[in-house]
Structures are given as C-alpha cells and as structure tokens.
C-alpha cells in the first residue's frame, strides 16, 4: 500500500485556496491549511469595532474554509516577521502600499518551513496565472518559486497544466490530468467548478484580503511614517489606522476622531498609551492624540472634537483633555466651525 | 484535568483564535480552558476553530460587553 502524502495549503479564505485544496483532497492526499496572520488582514477587524456592521454575520474565511473542506487549519502570527516585507519589500509595492510579491514569497517561505517542521511533502497554494497583475503575473510565478525555496514543492492546482510539472507531478502522487489550467482574470472557471463541488456563500473580497491594498490605509500608514521619521510600526499602530476619522491639523500632532459608538468603546482601551479628549456637555466621539502638543494645539484638536460632537453649533463645549499620565483639564471651547477644517488635514 | 484561563480582551479577529491555538498547544486531553473576548467575532470563530481541531465548546455566552467561551481540550 502506498503512503498517503500529506500536502500544506495555504488558506487565504478565498474561493481559489478552497478550490485548490480540494483538488488535492479529491486525489487523495491528506491536507492541512495554514493561514498567516500580518495585522493587516480585513477578517473580521472592522466588524468587530465598528457598531453598524454588527448586524452583518461575523466569519473568519479561512476557518469557514477548513471546515467546508474538513480539514486542519493552523492559523499563525507572523506580525513581527512581516515588518520586514513591508518596510523593505526586495520587489516593490503595487498601486499602493502592498507587498504582493514579496507577500506571497515570504508567506511560501513560511509554508515551506512548516512543511518540513511537521513532515508534510508538499505546499499548494490557489494561484492562477495571470489572475492578479503584480503576485500571480506569467512571468513571476517562477520567482516565487525560486525565492520561497519550495522549488518544484510548491505545486498550484488551479493552473497546474500551463506551467511546469512539478515533483508531486512528476513521482505520481498527484494526477497531472485532474489538475485545471485555468489562467486570466476571468472569474467563470473557479465559479463553475466551485458549484461543481457544491461550495456556496463563499467570500468574495471586493478589495482582496489585505488593507494594504486600500488606497486610504496606505495613505495613513505613509502618513504615519513620515510623522515618525521611520519606517515602522507596532500592532497597535496598524489596528487603529484601521479605526476613526484621522485629521492631521499641524505636522507634529494627529487626532483619531471615533465615528461612532463601537469605535469609541474600542478607542477606551488605548487611553493609557495616549492623550485623549472626552466631550463632557454633549454626546460626542472620543479622539486619541498623537505627538506632542502644546496648550495651543490641545486647544485646536478639542475644536475639531467638538466639531464631531452633538454640540458642534452649541456657543461652547466642554472638552476633558486626560494626558498620558492620567492629568485631567476641562476645556470650555466653541466647536471649530466645518469651514475651518481643512479638507487637507484629512488622512 | 486542570482548570486554565486565558485573557483575550482587546484583541481582534483572528488573535483570539491564535492565542486559544497557542494556549491549547500546551495542555493536556480534558483540561479546560476559559477564554475572555471582548471580539464578538470570536463568538463564531474559537467555536469554528474547535470544531476542526476536534475539541469541545462546553459553553459560550456573552456578559457585559465580554465573550467568554470554556473549551475542553481534546486528545
């Protein structure tokens, strides 16, 4: 009897990694998925913050995957790592601040140091040729395979018959016949195999599955480098660009304005780690500061607060300002009128 | 069979998942561990989670603004 070979997908908790996977299951082989985590993932971020989205169903993709597929998922952290694929990407960004390529070399990397860790024989991944232009394009398919060093390991089901057998192909553990030639931008091929197996209600990312991609995110996180004068970040500077409205009225300071009742709640828990306003006499957002304000800025960030606030055509508001260490000053000031706020104090 | 928890309040989606992984990892067949979320998300996704590793949710509910989930860990 021959061994069951064991395979490693990576799960993005799209439709291609589902499809991919069960290629491999209907073949026979025993998979596991492997899901990494950046920070910068979409799962389920914003629903869990913001209040208006809660009515939407909560799901993590990638474990709804595993388990349509019945299989493992190993979900991994990979937060502290991915700094450096963002910050020094060897191949570049996209339209905007995505590492695409880099990504997905460094996330195959990954794969590959996990497939030899726990005695698995090859990776597969939902790739199609041509599908996306900088990390799935003809021409860089090789790289990817090149620079991960997973080398002929890495075998992608999806478009398997356009590009070189691969060792799983090859040695006979996996049927080059049943695997797809799909390529393109073409979605049809994945929809109708996915109705073939049955798949329903599967995600389909309007702006993919990474903030990164997002023209506003990148704006903010290229803001916030260069306020800091380095290229780096923490979690938590990266969650809550996700989060508020950003206004940055002077270079040295930024003020995060929450939008509504589930920001705020969420904004809470960082009042140890910044200066915070609170509006006293109205209902009204809580905003984080960041940088180092003099009496004069605290002042112009408490109008732009109360701006935001049920009070903002009030005469005056009143405005807790808490400083890092916990000092408190109640500031009476007339909201900013909108006229004031500049539309390029917006990040 | 032990008894642990695990403070998982203001981490969100997947890292509360992640965290009960990592914790999970380190305990022995019928040891339970209580997870405290503040991600309603999590609600769906460590139940999800069990499911496919085969470990059991004994109970999930939601008090004061927190998730709370006790799991009982399987071989």
Known sequence: ?????????????????????????????????INFYTGFCVEGHT??????DKAKPKRNNALWSAEQLGIKLHIIDIIDEYKDVLIN????YGANMNPCLDCKIFMVSKARQWMEENDFDFIITGEVMGQRPMSQRKDLLPVVVRESGADDLLLRPLCARNLAATLPEREGWVNREQLKNFSGRNRKPQMALAKEFGFEDYATPAGGC????????????VDLWQARNKKDYELDDIMLLKVGRHLRPQPHYKIIVSREDGEN????GYKK????????????????????????????ASRIAARFSQGRDAEKVSV???????????????????????????? | MSKYSLDARRTLCPMPVIKTQNKIAELSEGD????????????????????????????????????????RVAG
């Open chain 1, 1 to 33: 009897m021959s061994t069951q070979r064991k395979a490693v997908a990576l799960i993005s908790g799209g439709l291609d990694s589902l499809l991919a996977a069960r290629l491999m299951i209907d073949q026979g082989i025993h998979v596991e998925g």
């Open chain 1, 47 to 52: 629903h869990a913050i913001r209040k208006k």
């Open chain 1, 89 to 92: 990407p060897k191949h570049g």
């Open chain 1, 210 to 221: 990474c903030f990164l991609t997002d023209k506003n995110y990148s704006d903010k996180l």
């Open chain 1, 265 to 268: 709640k969420f904004l809470q």
């Open chain 1, 273 to 300: 780690q910044f200066a915070t306003l609170e509006i006293k006499s109205h209902n009204g957002p809580l905003s984080l500061l960041d940088g180092e304000l003099s009496d004069e800025d605290i002042r112009q």
């Open chain 1, 320 to 347: 807790l300002y808490t400083s890092k260490d916990g000092k408190e000053q109640m500031i009476e000031i007339p909201p900013m009128p909108v006229s004031e706020i500049r539309q390029e104090w917006y990040i």
């Open chain 2, 32 to 71: 339970v561990l209580e997870v405290t979320c503040t991600d309603p998300g999590a609600l769906n996704d460590i139940p999800a989670w069990c499911r496919i590793n085969g470990h059991i949710v004994e109970e999930s509910f939601e008090k004061d603004d927190e998730v709370i989930i006790l799991i």
